[in-house]
């Protein structure tokens, strides 16, 4: 009986483990690949392309960030994805506070009705999002760029948002009200420095999301000035050719920063998230 049990046990922990690893294996080999090979010569990388680098050259590196205009595309995606960010966080915020916090008339459809663009696809919306660009003269603009992104964390910045303010007690607002805070003042003093973890996991969310956009950048703009990195990869392809190690060189520097972003607040962002789960 007992040998049965430790049995039972162990098979659990192998089969546990066991699709760990492959989960780590399957996620994180393609990035770890394209790391490797941007320090391989094109010979190696075609010859045998699961082997160690023998060396770390930095230079087609610095060749991608010198003669490629990399920086502006760097700052054009740093800025607009962190620019609709800010201006979405603000937004769903206030509105995650007034659905978690109040009852009105309409109250559900309207949530239902906010929440369900998480489930149209991005691409159907295309048409309609680019005549309005076009009628608002934002086409080939930064601007125009930011209104799209600053819509598109809708749906799961209110998930996460509504969550999180439902669990700051209603005692805090009354005792507030009762010293003649007003509505203002409850929400900024009072609930949005307590739903600080909600805020951030939405912010990492949106941000990631925004700095991996390519479908919208690529139809909504086409000068090389308001270009983001995800559109500029697909000139970096043709530029490059059959220079593998530069291409391969251009796509770790555009997927490092995502990277490091998401491992400086995993734990935080994994535990909002679970918590939202939990409670939404």
């Known amino acids: 009986m007992r040998a049965s049990l430790w ?10 483990y066991g699709v760990m690893i492959f989960t780590v294996v399957v996620s994180t080999f393609p990035i770890l690949w394209i790391i490797m090979s941007s320090f391989k010569t094109n010979k190696a990388i075609l ?18 960030y010198t003669n490629y205009n990399f920086l502006n595309f760097f700052k054009n995606s740093l800025m607009i994805a962190g620019i609709a960010t800010l201006i979405a966080l603000f937004i769903y915020s206030c509105a995650g506070y007034i659905f ?5 008339k309409g109250k559900t459809l309207l949530y239902v009705l906010c929440t369900v663009t998480l489930l149209v696809p991005g691409h159907a919306k295309a048409q309609p999002i680019f005549s309005l660009i076009m009628k608002l003269n934002l086409y080939d603009t930064k601007t ?20 999180t303010f439902m669990t700051i007690p209603k005692d ?16 900024w ?92």
């Open 47 to 64: 010859g045998d392309p699961f082997s160690l680098p023998k060396g770390f050259d930095f230079a087609p590196y610095i060749d991608v």
């Open 7 to 16: 049995l039972s046990k162990l098979s659990g922990r192998v089969f546990t």
């Open 144 to 163: 125009g760029l930011i209104l799209v992104y600053t819509s598109f964390g809708l749906a799961l910045a209110l998930f996460v948002l509504k969550a």
């Open 172 to 187: 805090l607002d009354e005792a507030a009200l009762i010293d003649g805070a007003s509505f203002w003042r409850i929400f």
């Open 189 to 280: 003093n009072v609930n949005l420095p307590l739903a600080r973890s909600g805020i951030a996991t939405a912010g990492i969310l949106m941000f990631l999301g925004n700095w991996n956009e390519y479908f919208y950048a690529l139809i909504l703009t086409t000068s090389e000035t308001n270009r983001t990195l995800p559109v500029a990869l697909q000139f970096f392809d043709e530029a490059f050719s059959y220079n593998y190690t530069r291409m391969f060189a251009a796509l770790t520097l555009v997927i490092t920063p995502g990277i490091l972003v998401y491992l400086l607040v995993q734990e935080q962002v994994q535990a909002s998230v679970a918590s939202t789960g939990l409670k939404g």
């Open 100 to 104: 978690a916090k109040f009852e009105f």
